[in-house]
């Protein structure tokens, strides 16, 4: 396992980041502890997670398997980096979603106890709060991190003025502030390139790519197709419709270099200069070690500019689109 620090802090993480949106819905439990040992057993020690996890009937259900997981022993808790979220909304009652100071405090406390563990090393923000001021949600965060109940704080969905307005706030509070930003990234979708990368490298905040894959579409999706493995629906089903020519040439490139897509589509972030470690979310053992093989997949300057032809990116804004 291949090992980097999380943005400009001293924590050390694995390039690949272990999420377990799945677990519960559509793996059970059973299955997510035994593809928890076998990420922990490869050196996979970052593993993200969310309060609402688990689906509208059962918000938390997720983290619960976490948390038992965790009670089994064996230093899993220990060798483990474990980042949750919040902001999505819990009940009904008003202050159980966003980010205000109560709801920061309340949250935090349900996910300690639903993870059976006494502190978080990320607490990342799931998405932008436009309605509470950056300073009280500071002084909540301040208070936790003197508690004790976490370490670091992350956000996830930020604009790149979002993460700007977060840290300015808090160098006026002599405080940290981010340390990571959590963004949809892929070949696919690379609106991030435009303002968020620029500011996360400029804040020194580590990008935590999620849907690497694009749901599935840049895994051998047509190929899958082809053989009845796989029938897509839906806004999947859109989205391949209006970008199949592209990933055609995308399967067949890989093809040529001797890889299955969804490796080079991964080996692609990897290679990307902000990104600290994608996130991957496995429903089996099988996707796991798929992702894990990854790592050991090399992109020359060829393979790249091939890549960016075939999924052409942004340049910083304002270059972008003007001189």
């Given amino acids: 396992m291949q090992y980097t620090h999380l943005g400009r802090s001293g924590l050390k993480v694995s ?23 076998a990420a922990s057993d490869a050196g996979v020690n970052f593993f993200d997670t969310a309060n609402v996890y688990g689906g509208a009937g059962h918000r938390g259900w997720t983290e619960e398997i976490i948390g038992r997981w965790f009670a089994g022993g064996g230093e899993r808790r220990e060798r483990t980096v474990l980042a949750t979220k919040l902001y999505g909304t819990m009940t009904d009652r008003p202050n159980e979603s966003k980010l205000s100071a109560l709801n920061i405090r309340r ?13 978080i090393d990320v607490y990342q923000f799931h998405h932008v709060d436009r309605d509470t001021p950056w300073d ?4 909540a965060i301040e208070v936790a991190v003197q508690q004790g109940k976490i370490l670091y704080s992350g956000s996830s969905n930020f604009a790149g003025w979002h993460l700007a307005q977060a840290q300015e706030a808090a160098r006026r509070r002599n405080y940290t502030g981010l340390v990571s930003e959590q963004s949809i990234y892929n070949l696919l979708r690379r609106e991030v390139e435009l303002e968020v990368i620029p500011a996360a490298q400029q804040y020194g905040l580590g990008l935590i790519p999620w849907s690497p894959l694009q749901g599935g579409l840049l895994g051998g999706v047509l190929k899958k197709e082809i053989a009845g493995v796989r029938r897509t629906e839906g ?3 859109e989205t391949l419709k209006s970008h199949r020519e592209q990933i055609q040439q995308f399967e067949d490139f890989a093809d040529e270099l001797g890889h299955e897509p969804g490796d080079i589509a991964l080996a692609w972030l990897l290679h990307q200069p902000a990104v600290t470690a994608p996130i991957v979310g496995p429903r089996t053992q099988e996707q796991l070690d798929a992702a894990i093989r990854a790592l050991n997949v090399t992109l020359d300057d060829a393979a790249l500019k091939k890549l960016d032809v075939i999924f052409p990116g942004h340049r910083p804004a304002p270059e972008d689109y003007a001189w």
Avoid: V
């Avoid at 949250?107 to 502190?119: E, G, H, I, N, W």
């Avoid at 009280?136 to 002084?139: D, P, T, V």
């Fill in 235 to 237: 806004r999947a089903a």
């Fill in 136 to 139: 009280e949600i500071w002084q």
């Fill in 15 to 37: 390039r690949l980041c272990l999420g377990t949106m799945n677990f519960g819905p559509h793996t059970d439990e059973p299955d997510a502890h035994k593809i928890m040992d």
């Fill in 107 to 119: 949250a935090l406390d349900s996910s300690l106890k639903r993870l059976q563990t006494d502190y």
